[in-house]
């Protein structure tokens, strides 16, 4: 059973359009992320928190909100959807403290035309 | 700009060889650097890691070596199989109390059989 799981797995938006993607851990961890992977780039950090209701800005947050409502449960949010965001979106749970492991979701493909 | 590179972007080897993947940092604060494998269509999973403090870690037939004066490592697979195809990430963390990782744009491993 998948600790991190992301929905949903693909998505086809259109430009301007709004998109939320959603991530679920039972790990109990208290830090989640969202990563973007393009080829070429690895994996870049858009937003993350370290506990409920309160989100922190990554490397990349332009163009991006986060949300998260409580422990298990992390969005991120596309307001105004570009061809640019069109990428694959992963999200990752880890426990407190430094050299903590990350643990990622399947990851969701969003195509926005 | 990139904090963490990896080399080559892709490599091919035969099974049974020793494949050789190379990172190197900038930021002389990181002192902790997992290894992250990522099969298509999955998310990436930690493979091994070492910290700043040792110039050696090993677990079966996975290999880091670290140097810290010229701020490289490389990840040696012996007796590489079929199996560990896959993208191999390097990444990087501080102890700066936000816990954020910074990776490279990763190498893609395939091994012939």
């Known amino acids: 059973e998948a600790a991190v799981t992301q929905s949903p797995r693909s998505k086809v938006a259109v430009t301007g359009g709004k998109v939320t993607l959603s991530c679920h851990q039972t790990?109990?961890?208290?830090?989640m992320y969202w990563y973007r992977q393009d080829t070429g780039h690895g994996l870049r950090l858009i937003h993350y928190?370290?506990?409920?209701?309160?989100?922190e800005k990554g490397d990349i947050p332009d163009g991006y909100k986060a949300s998260r409502p409580s422990q298990e449960n992390f969005s991120l949010i596309l307001e105004l959807a570009s061809l640019s965001q069109t990428a694959v979106y992963f999200c990752?749970?880890?426990?407190?403290?430094?050299?903590?492991?990350?643990?990622f979701g399947a990851g969701t493909r969003l195509s926005v035309l | 700009q990139q904090q963490v590179r990896q080399s080559p972007q892709s490599l091919t080897v035969w099974e049974g060889e020793t494949a050789i993947l190379n990172c190197s940092y900038e930021d002389s604060t990181f002192n902790y650097f997992p290894w992250y494998q990522q099969f298509p269509g999955e998310g990436p999973a930690l493979l091994i890691s070492i910290s700043s403090v040792s110039d050696k870690k090993e677990d079966g037939r996975f290999t880091i070596f670290f140097n810290k004066r010229e701020k490289k490592l490389s990840l040696h697979i012996t007796d590489s199989q079929p199996g560990d195809s896959a993208t191999y990430f390097c990444?990087?963390?501080?102890?700066?109390?936000?816990?954020?990782?910074?990776f490279g744009a990763g190498t893609r491993l395939k091994v012939i059989a």
């Open positions: 990444a990087a963390s501080a102890d700066t109390g936000n816990y954020k990782y910074v």
């Open positions: 928190s370290y506990v409920a209701d309160s989100t």
């Open positions: 990752a749970s880890s426990d407190r403290g430094a050299q903590n492991t990350l643990y």
């Open positions: 790990n109990n961890h208290d830090y």
